[in-house]
């Protein structure tokens, strides 16, 4: 006998919460260890050290499927401790996993073995071991469509789209536990470069095809403008990467556009990077940051690759962090508001 849905969607994927566990202890035996273990361990130092260091800015930089699996609300505590003040993302994290949630819906436990054709009929989603109702799904990418049809028709960066997200969440999310709720009540500005590919896209697909000729748009120059007047902004600045792509590119070449535009902004101070990616490739995601300096992007001396899965390796670092406390005294940035004020200034 076939499954229905409501056989399979059943045991929610539950979020992991780092106040509730003190792995500084953990954390520094490792430091003891070798291989992974040590370098993970120096990993959180340099982020603490990020957090101790008031002239630096942190940007969160996050590919993979990281919320559905249960690691939200350990970005929803680094946005609301202040221990981030930019984001960059892939837009499956921001739409289709934190905005989705936000709605009111879930991830559920799954299995890797299951029938897939199965789960297609019955209108079911997998990311490996996850489950996400389609029609749940399609009910995001509408209110991401309703959202962009009430804007004025201009070209957006991404940012200030994820800012009216915010913005309707703050009257209509179902659940506050939100990166892109507490991003807009914080004041950290959220970077999607590639915005259209996830649940978004489909809602501005349908609100520029019903509005033809006066529709929004997303400006992805705009984007790197943006996240450029934040690096040039920042006296010091650090990148915490969970996974690669777009988003550890985006970020790394602020400091390139920068020096571009006539800013001696200075390389990334620290950086580390979670990945799971090869270098043998030559592709970005596993491109160590050692490789990063030779295009003058990341400073040598603090910095750190992690070869660990994110749902291992993210609690632990951002655990240390939280509760070796670094970040009680941390000035607040609000680098959204100062974009939203046309953030810029004269060259130095």
Not at 17 to 34: C, E, G, R, T
Not at 251 to 260: E, K, N, R, S
Not at 321 to 344: C, E, M, Q, V
Request: proline letters at 3%.
């Amino acid at each position: 006998m076939k499954p229905k849905k409501s056989d399979l969607l059943v045991e929610q994927v539950e979020h992991i919460d780092i106040k509730q566990h003190n792995v500084v202890p953990l954390v520094d035996a490792m430091s003891k260890m070798a291989f992974s273990a040590r370098d993970l361990a120096r990993a959180a130092q340099i982020y603490d050290a990020m957090l101790h260091d008031e002239d630096c800015a942190i940007i969160l930089c996050m590919a993979g499927s990281l919320f559905s699996a249960g690691l939200k609300n350990v970005v929803v505590d680094l946005v609301r401790h202040n221990m981030v003040d930019a984001i960059v993302s892939t837009g499956a994290i921001i739409v289709d996993q934190d905005f989705f949630e936000a709605l009111g819906f879930k991830h559920y436990k799954g299995e890797i073995n299951v029938d897939d054709d199965i789960l297609r009929h019955l209108a079911i989603d997998r990311i490996y071991d996850t489950y996400i109702d389609e029609d749940q799904l399609r009910i995001c990418d509408a209110t991401t469509g309703e959202i962009a049809d009430k804007l004025e028709p201009r070209p957006y960066s991404s940012r200030e789209f994820i800012r009216e997200m915010g913005r309707h969440l703050t009257e209509h999310a179902q659940n506050r536990d939100s990166v892109v709720l507490s991003a807009f009540e914080k004041g950290v500005p959220i970077f999607v470069p590639a915005f259209s590919d996830c649940s978004a896209g489909f809602g501005l697909v349908h609100h520029q095809w019903h509005h033809p000729d006066r529709h929004m748009s997303i400006d992805s120059a705009k984007d790197f403008l943006e996240l450029t007047k934040v690096k040039i902004e920042s006296k010091q600045s650090g990148l915490f990467m969970i996974g690669g792509g777009v988003p550890k590119n985006f970020a790394q070449d602020t400091v390139v556009a920068g020096d571009y535009l006539g800013f001696d902004v200075g390389m990334h101070k620290y950086a580390v990077q979670i990945t799971v990616a090869d270098t043998r490739d030559g592709a970005l995601s596993g491109s160590t940051l050692k490789e990063a300096n030779s295009w003058g992007k990341v400073d040598l001396g603090a910095e750190q690759m992690v070869y660990a899965e994110a749902t291992v390796a993210l609690p632990l670092i951002a655990g240390y962090a939280y509760h070796k406390g670094s970040w009680k005294n941390r000035p607040t940035r609000n680098y959204a508001g100062f974009l939203d004020g046309g953030g810029g200034r004269s060259k130095r």
